[in-house]
């Protein structure tokens, strides 16, 4: 566990995912391009079954952003961060990067501003899909580390 005087970052736990839900939520309500595919209630259920097969950091007390890591695939499954430009998702990156050299993930093609912030971070576009699961085109960030 990190700690300074503003945040704390810690592994998840199960109890933790309907937090997690809630900021995904949050994101989707105010994101014009992104359908509604899942109410919090689904969401929740979805990301406490995806933490036994991912590392999930999340930060805050109460939780106020949260990542996602898929160790089989390499790849990033989530960042979620309530308040940009206070370094949180920086926080949470690098605890993921921490022990890694190589990472993948794949973000929604409309959302502009954390393509800048991954680049920023060393990742580079590498690929582009018409189609991501929920039928919105994606790009495919990789980094490795230097």
């Not at 005087?5 to 309907?18: F, G, K, Q, V």
Request: glycine share 4%; net charge positive.
């Amino acid at each position: 566990m990190i700690q300074n005087e503003i945040y704390t970052l810690r592994r998840a736990i199960i109890n933790d995912a309907s937090a997690c839900a809630l900021i995904v939520d949050d994101w989707i309500e105010k994101t014009v391009e992104m359908p509604r595919l899942f109410d919090k209630h689904k969401l929740t259920k979805m990301i406490r079954n995806a933490f036994p097969l991912r590392e999930v950091w999340v930060i805050g007390q109460p939780i106020n952003a949260y990542i996602s890591y898929n160790p089989d695939l390499l790849q990033m499954s989530a960042l979620y961060v309530i308040s940009r430009g206070e370094g949180i998702g920086k926080i949470l990156l690098d605890q993921v990067k921490s022990d890694r050299k190589y990472l993948r993930l794949w973000k929604h093609e409309f959302n502009n501003a954390p393509h800048k912030f991954y680049k920023r971070e060393g990742f580079q576009l590498k690929n582009r899909k018409d189609r991501g699961s929920d039928g919105i085109p994606e790009l495919q960030f990789d980094w490795i580390e230097k």
